[in-house]
């Protein structure tokens, strides 16, 4: 069997690169993440599937039901496929989270937060894996951490060590990971959490560029200054 893995719909906080891990919060889709779900009924066996799963966030609910058709009451709503707690980072621009990552390492948790990013994708993980308990094939509407860590690892380069920053995934373009596979990718990425040791910056080299996707840089980060460039951040 198999699982598909995707990422939900845009939003305008996702649109403008504003972090939320906060399910209560009431974001949805826009119009154009409503009509990016096309690209799911293009590329998605719909007819076949037998378990539909997401997190407790709207957002990724809303992409589940409306590429299901049916109301979003028969998914399997599990908590470890949340987005990740960002703390006092809550609703601000992912390039501050981004510093603040990048000058304290991933398995720091953000004040008012309750886990690291490596915990957060270490619980992701145990919800994916998870789901082999369920009927398949399965559809999995996750978040981008999730979404990204997977594509980081299908593309991975052999003995390359798990980064501090994932490429972007797309919005609902599916993952298609069989079950045999992905118990393996699984073991792999937690092997990965546990022998991951705290790298500080100057193991990074003295700069770093960040990116949002594969577009131009949007911050660059010395080591003295630790301040994005205010030019092109995301504003609310």
Known sequence: MTTYVLR???TNYSKRY?????SSQPIHLTEEGRQSLSLGWSTLPLHT??????SEFPRAQQTASLLMGVPAAELVIDPRLNELDYGEFEGRPFLEYAVWLDGQGP?????????SQRDGIRRMLTGLLATLERPGPRVLVGHGLLASVLLWHQNRSPKEAMPLFFPEAPY??????RDDELQDWITALMSDLDGD??????D?????????????????????????DQKDLPHA
């Open 8 to 10: 939900h719909g845009q």
């Open 18 to 22: 504003l972090v939320n891990g906060d």
């Open 49 to 54: 599937m037998r378990t539909w799963l997401t």
């Open 107 to 115: 398995n720091e948790r953000p004040a008012g937060g309750t886990e």
């Open 172 to 177: 609902v373009e599916p993952t298609a990971i």
């Open 197 to 202: 040791v705290p790298r500080g910056r100057a």
């Open 204 to 228: 990074r080299g003295g700069a770093d560029i960040f990116r949002i996707g594969e577009g131009s840089a949007v911050a660059t980060v010395d080591s003295v200054s630790h301040q994005p």
